[in-house]
Each structure stands twice: as C-alpha cells, then as structure tokens.
Nanobody
Framework: QEQVVESGGGLVEAGGSLRLSCVAS????????MAWFRQAPGKEREFVAR????????NYADSVKGRFTIDKDSAENTVFLDMKTLKPGDTAIYYC??????????WGQGALVIVSP
C-alpha cells in the first residue's frame, strides 16, 4: 500500500526555523519527483517547492526563495523542507506530494505549521 507521511510541523515564532520531513513508501516505489504544497486558512493549496528525485534539480515558489530549501534522500524516498526566517504568512498545512515514474501521484495528510508574530 503506497503512502506518504509528513512530520516535523509545529509552532514557531516569526524569524524562527522548522524542518519538515516526508517519506513515501514502499521504498520500492520509483519516484520522479517529490514536492511540498501548502494551504493557508481560507486559501487554495499552493506550490512551495519541488525536487527531482533523480537529478536533484529544484524549483521554488517566489514567496519562499532564499528562505526554504528542499533536499532529498532518494534511497529512502524521503524529502526535507528546511524553512528559515519564517513569517506569519507561512502559517499553513504543508502537504507532501510524491509523483512516481509511472502511475498516479500520492499526497500526505499534511503537517501543520503555525508561525506566531
């Protein structure tokens, strides 16, 4: 049974840092890329960052460039999102997305990040 599980959310003060992790299983699942999206209260889900699990190439939303870094452990089908200089506007549920080489993509249940002023 394929699944995606996020961890690492929490409450942090503005200017602080958090690190999110996401594991896609089973390990035999061949992934093309993994990504982070987020959904703030009352808003639509938006793209945050993506990493190609083969090449390591990355891309980011303009709103997080220079503050967030996405990284991977391809052998473990794991991605990380290092978030620095957090702002109250970063408050959201952060969702991990895993896109296999073939077949449907998978979403996690989300990790809540709250940034207090």
């Amino acid at each position: 049974q394929e699944q995606v599980v996020e961890s690492g959310g929490g409450l942090v003060e503005a200017g602080g840092s958090l690190r999110l992790s996401c594991v896609a299983s089973p390990r035999s699942l061949s992934l093309h890329d993994m990504a982070w999206f987020r959904q703030a209260p009352g808003k639509e889900r938006e793209f945050v960052a993506r990493i190609n699990m083969i090449s390591g190439s990355t891309n980011y939303a303009d709103s997080v460039k220079g503050r967030f870094t996405i990284d991977k452990d391809s052998a473990e089908n794991t991605v990380f999102l290092d978030m620095k200089t957090l702002k109250p506007g970063d408050t959201a549920i952060y969702y991990c997305n895993a896109k296999p080489l073939f077949g449907r993509e998978y979403w996690g249940q989300g990790a809540l990040v709250i940034v207090s002023p």
